[in-house]
């Protein structure tokens, strides 16, 4: 069974920085999808990032230019760089890998981001 854990959010003032982290424990992390989505209360759960095995990225328009998602083997992590925040990036957000239709999330991490 796979397990990501989820560290490095907080509060932080529009413009600066936070660097989540998703550790992942379990056989399948040089295969398969990685990704970060973040859900704000009232709305649906959003892709925000996603860096495939081969190490290919994907970002949501709105982040484009300001967040970056990383992965080191050797530590078994997933990051997410977040820069240039603004209070619209407020949210939880959720660690996911995929891998052959099976899917697993991480606990969830809030960022919450003042004027």
């Known amino acids: 069974q796979v397990q990501l854990v989820e560290s490095g959010g907080g509060l932080v003032q529009a413009g600066g920085s936070l660097r989540l982290s998703c550790a992942a424990s379990?056989?399948?992390?040089?295969?398969?999808?990685f990704g970060w989505y973040r859900q704000a209360p009232g709305k649906q759960r959003e892709l925000v990032a996603t860096?495939?095995?081969?190490?290919?990225?994907n970002y949501e328009d709105s982040v484009k230019g300001r967040f970056t998602i990383s992965r080191d083997g050797a530590k078994k992590t997933v990051y997410l760089q977040m820069n240039s925040l603004n209070p619209e990036d407020t949210a939880v957000y959720y660690c996911?890998?995929?891998?052959?239709?099976?899917?697993?999330w991480g606990q969830g991490t809030q960022v919450t981001v003042s004027s």
């Open positions: 379990g056989s399948t992390f040089s295969t398969g999808g």
């Open positions: 860096i495939t095995s081969g190490g290919t990225t």
């Open positions: 996911h890998h995929g891998l052959l239709g099976l899917h697993y």
